[in-house]
């Protein structure tokens, strides 16, 4: 079998038509027989380009609105045959059926359909049934069928076209062939996905994921790790659907930090300005203001080591002064809703400065899907879309929280629920000012943020560390009272945690003898 095949006969059928005009010209100056359906037939005649209907090769004209037009042997048979069988060739001149050598095919847009909110009968009817098919078939016999599932395919083969006096290598042909198998699985992904929320089945029998290249890394967490970045379609405002004003390509940590910086934004809400600081995915500083600025400078006092390199992210409009004071330290990446023409001036001076702006922030109680892979399989799970409001706590102790207290507690706790477990926050004032994360005991995390509550009150020159007179936070039940002793001897005046452990009596009864209120929850915020 040669090396290259040639690019005689090509069935075009595609919704998104930009492009179309010029990709169909440039085969017909090859001498490509153009073959099409529908709509694209109609613009390829538009353009002033012979093309053959469909319903020429198939003897049938379309029917079922479109449902069935090219599900024919005659063109999948066109796709499918192999041109180094003699008994295949004889079955194609017994049938009459011709070689098809090109397929170009976007399919029906189901997931921009989802995305938009569609209702289910406009969703079923943009599920795409012949296209899948044909390319999957041309995919099949990808040593002597080019399939192309976008226009930049095309454009790839036309060049080696070009190159190649109407001939194209097999080896491009075989990359095409994975690429779209990829692009048929992800989309029949998206499909059953759907139908599984619809159906509301937390569980089905069987699940996929899939989507699209949006970057290929240059290395993962480590540079010895291989790693790109794929999308879902998922239209969440984050890192993904973001739109990169500035500054170097994202590396995976940058990706990672900053989706974990702009989901805890979204819990706090668009109300107040809030800001949060992220480094290695967990907080080193959140807290709301009157301002931007005011939160920003409040967030920083947190960690202001910590935040070196870190991560910043807004809940509104980035202003020039709040700009002026991210870029007295080094970061990494901001991203918020959207920046005024100051605040891009200043960001201008900072090259290399990732900006992201989003439109937008997630929604916290939205549902939606976490994935995670473990050998041989993956853990799937719904993302932690809980909330409690100060109405939902229940007062356990002798004494009860202030007004301004519980303002803190339900902050403290908003907060704790995006750091790794296990996990203490301290806050005062609807700022953090302590944070112990990812620590195998909760004793352990209560000591470490009551440590850099020290450590930010020796580098600010304060007299005594913020977390005197502040509320805790845990993001789990204490298990024993020492925990909250910890907190209590930091300064803490009032704890929130989810209770549920068989010794909560034991724990209600020290908070009482330490003179401190506290809350539970009943609802637990465990991140691994």
């Not at 000591?447 to 020290?454: L, Q, S, T």
Request: charge should be negative; proline fraction near 4%.
């Amino acid at each position: 079998m040669s090396e290259r095949f040639k690019i005689r006969r090509a069935l075009l059928s595609v919704s998104d038509k930009e492009g179309l005009e010029k990709l169909a010209q440039r085969l017909a100056a090859h001498g490509v027989e153009l073959v099409s359906t529908g709509g694209t037939a109609k613009a390829i005649k538009a353009a002033g380009l012979d093309v053959r209907d469909v319903s020429d090769l198939t003897g049938y004209p379309e029917m079922m609105d479109g449902r069935v037009k090219t599900l024919h042997p005659a063109v999948h048979g066109g796709l499918l045959f192999r041109r180094d069988l003699d008994t295949h060739i004889q079955d194609a001149e017994t049938h009459g059926i011709v070689p098809i050598d090109l397929v170009y095919i976007n399919l029906y847009p189901f997931e921009a359909t989802v995305a938009g909110g569609a209702d289910f009968e406009t969703c079923i009817e943009n599920i795409d049934i012949g296209g899948p098919a044909m390319l999957r078939a041309a995919a099949k016999n990808g040593d002597s069928v080019a399939v192309c599932t976008d226009r930049e395919d095309v454009l790839a083969v036309l060049g080696e076209m070009d190159s190649g006096k109407g001939l194209i290598p097999r080896a491009l042909g075989r990359k095409l062939a994975a690429k779209t198998y990829a692009r048929t699985a992800a989309y029949d992904a998206a499909i059953s996905g759907w139908y599984a929320a619809q159906l509301e089945e937390n569980a089905p029998d069987w699940m996929a994921f899939g989507g699209g290249l949006s970057q290929s890394l240059r290395y993962g967490e480590n540079p010895h790790q291989s790693a790109a970045f794929y999308k879902t379609g998922d239209k969440r405002p984050g890192v993904s659907n973001a739109r990169q004003v500035q500054g170097k390509e994202l590396s995976y940590n940058n990706i990672n930090d900053t989706d974990a910086a702009y989901e805890l934004i979204g819990e706090l809400g668009d109300e107040t300005p809030a800001v949060a600081i992220i480094k290695h995915a967990n907080p080193c500083g959140v807290a709301l203001g009157e301002t931007a600025i005011e939160a920003y400078r409040q967030a920083l006092a947190c960690d202001s080591t910590s935040a070196f390199g870190g991560i910043v992210a807004l809940n509104r409009m980035l202003d020039a002064e709040t700009a002026e004071e991210i870029t007295k330290v080094f970061t990494e990446v901001v991203i918020a809703p959207g920046a005024d023409n100051g605040a891009l001036s200043v960001f201008e001076k900072k090259k290399n400065l990732r900006l992201l702006l989003t439109n937008g922030i997630p929604d916290p109680s939205a549902r939606g899907k976490v994935v995670k892979s473990v050998a041989g399989g993956l853990l799937v799970q719904d993302r932690d879309f809980g909330r409690i409001d100060i109405e939902d706590l229940r007062v356990v102790t002798d004494k009860a929280p202030s007004e301004q207290e519980l303002k803190d507690l339900i902050f403290a706790w908003r907060v704790a629920k995006h750091v790794k477990s296990n996990t203490i926050v301290y806050a005062k004032d609807l700022a953090t000012v302590g944070i112990g994360a990812g620590q195998m005991s909760r004793i352990d995390s209560a000591r470490i943020a009551a440590r850099k509550a020290e450590d930010a009150a020796e580098v600010a020159g304060w007299p005594e560390p913020k977390t005197k007179g502040c509320v805790a936070a845990s993001d789990a039940f204490f298990p024993f009272p020492d925990g909250l002793l910890q907190a209590a001897s930091a300064g803490a005046t009032a704890v929130i945690q989810p209770g549920g452990s068989i010794r909560d009596e034991e724990v209600i009864k020290a908070a009482n003898e330490a003179g401190i209120a506290m809350v539970l929850t009943g609802m637990r915020h465990f991140r691994h």
